[in-house]
Every structure is written in structure tokens, then in C-alpha cells.
């Protein structure tokens, strides 16, 4: 008796596996797990690597680049005004070359926006040159008949400059422009503008009085940290 292809599964026998089916089903598989996985995100990869220098953090030591280009804030640059009041007197009548007279700077010196120095500070100036009115020192000149007395005379003189600042306790040497002054001239013997000739004019010195305003100028750059 023959029993049947049919009989022969049913009764628990395994099936003959076909090859092509195996194939089939493994190429199913890999394409869906190549669906499954994330895209590589190759471009982040590449920035992270490749950062430009001015992406980085900045070190926190050492000195910017940008710095060195910046302009200082210490300098007082050449022609500088230096706005000066008097602490005391000068007069070609009595002044010596060499002595010093003391001063406050008189407005606030500012560079590009920033003040370097108040109001109130400290200078120190000295004279220079200085030469009295003929006859203010104890001499006379004579005179030409039917001449007024003093007539003659010669006007004074005084030349000054600036030579220090007073700058956070710290003594601060500078050069400035010298002011040149002399006597006699009918704005110079106006009392108002600190000048005395004498009531006849007999002495015609150059006279500054206590808080005069002078104005100097830098003839050199001043670092103001020296």
C-alpha cells in the first residue's frame, strides 16, 4: 500500500526547505534594518574638528590681539593744552631765573573721552628768563630835558614754563611751550588783567597776580604711569 505526499506531512515529517525562500527572506530582513538606523550626521562631525580659531573660548591669560592696536589711555599726546591757574604771584620786578611758582591745573585734561587729569591738580612751573623794568631794582636811568619821567625806561620781561604735575601722589616731569610776557603795552598795564605799570608809570613791570589763567601746550608726549 503507498502512502500519498499528503499522508506523509500530515504524519509530522519535516518539508524539504527551497533555498530561493531562505534567500528571499534574509534580503527582507537587511533592508529593514537598514531603514531603521539613524543617518550619520557627517557635516556636525566635520565642524566640530574643523572650528575656527575665533570660535574657541579665549584663554584666560594672556593678551588680546586687538589689544596692541587700541590707543593708551595714559598719554598725554604732544599739544596737549595745559589750562594752569596761579597759586602765586609773578613779577619781572621781583622774579628770579630758576625760581619755581606754584600752579592747579585749571580744567580737567581729556583724551579721547577720557579724563587724565582733574581739576585741581597740582603743577609746578619755573622761570626762565626774567628781566626787570630800567630802574625798578633800585637803579635809574636819566632822562632828556623835557622829558616825562620814565619815559625812557624799558619794559620787564618774564618767560615761564611748566614742568610737573602732581598725578596720584606721583611727581610727573613734562616739557611745555614757554609763555613769554613783557611790560608796557596798554593791554599789559590794564589792572584787571593782573598787570602794574605804577601810578607814573615808572615801573613798567610784567605782573601776574595770584589765580591767573595761563595755558601751556605738551612739546613731547607724557605717559602719565612712568
Known sequence: MMIS???YRSAGKPM???????????????IVCACGRPPVDNASNSSDSQKLPFDRQPQSRG???SQSILPSTTKLPEGTPIPIRLQSALSSASSHAGDTFG???DEPVVV???TLVERGTSATGRVLEVKPAAGSRGSSMGSSPGSSPGSS???GYLRIVLVSLKVD???VMI???SIFAKGGSREERNPAIGTSSGASQKDRNIVFGVDRRLSFRLAQTVDLQR
Not at 16 to 30: D, S, T, W
Open 175 to 177: 616739557e611745555t611751550s
Open 153 to 155: 625806561q624799558e619794559p
Open 16 to 30: 524539504p526547505c527551497h533555498p530561493n525562500r531562505i534567500a528571499v527572506i534574509l534580503l527582507a530582513l537587511g
Open 63 to 65: 593678551i588680546s590681539p
Open 103 to 105: 600752579a592747579t591745573i
Open 169 to 171: 601722589d606721583r611727581t
Open 112 to 114: 579721547d573721552g577720557q
Open 5 to 7: 505526499n499528503r499522508n
